[in-house]
């Protein structure tokens, strides 16, 4: 059985300010909120998870309106909600015993951000023994400041996050792709 696992599709993501000075893929969203739209007329399983920081400064801080979810994947009520307060969506969280409950074998993963909650949660997922399917238009990265003090553009920091979880840790598809093979 396959399941959709939407991470971190919040509102605060957008605040680039927070995380940088340069986000690629502003369509992320959209297309979560695409793979989501499949799934809900498919009737397949959808899980969100939500992250909480525990900086007061950040716009992930649950007392704060940009700690909500983004309107293109806002949850239904009768579709599971985990929330977490670190990168992994499967620590501190019942996401993999409720997966393992449902006899989800693989996920079709999406959210943000790649460097991030994506990376750490793929990594953990495909090493708990899911097969994972990571869609790459359907997340995003942000530039960095690296260990050199040089900047690393948002676009260099998600392909090499790709091409690191490439085949190793997850098949890497783009929406339309993953949605047609889905149909079929």
């Known amino acids: 059985m396959t399941a959709l696992v939407l991470i971190d599709v919040q509102r605060g993501l957008q605040e680039i300010g927070f995380y940088g000075t340069e986000r690629n893929n ?21 899980f969100h998870v939500k992250h909480n920081s525990t900086d007061l400064g950040s716009p992930l801080h649950p007392g704060k309106v940009s700690n909500s979810f983004h309107p293109a994947v806002e ?38 951000t790649i460097e991030h909650c994506i990376s750490t949660s793929v990594r953990m997922a495909s090493n708990l023994g899911f097969t994972v399917i990571l869609v790459s238009d359907a997340t995003a990265a942000f530039d960095k400041i690296g260990h050199d003090c040089n900047t690393y553009a948002a676009d260099v920091i998600f392909h090499a996050e790709l091409a690191n ?20």
């Open 75 to 112: 949850p239904m009520i009768n579709e599971p909600i985990f929330e977490k307060t670190v990168n992994s969506a499967f620590i501190g969280t019942e996401l993999e015993a409720r997966l393992k409950t449902e006899h989800i074998t693989n996920l079709v993963i999406a959210g943000l």
């Open 26 to 46: 502003m369509d992320a969203e959209e297309n979560c909120g695409r793979l989501l739209t499949f799934f809900r007329k498919k009737q397949w399983p959808i």
């Open 165 to 184: 979880l490439k085949d190793e840790f997850a098949t890497i598809k783009d929406t339309d792709t993953i949605l047609k093979e889905l149909d079929h």
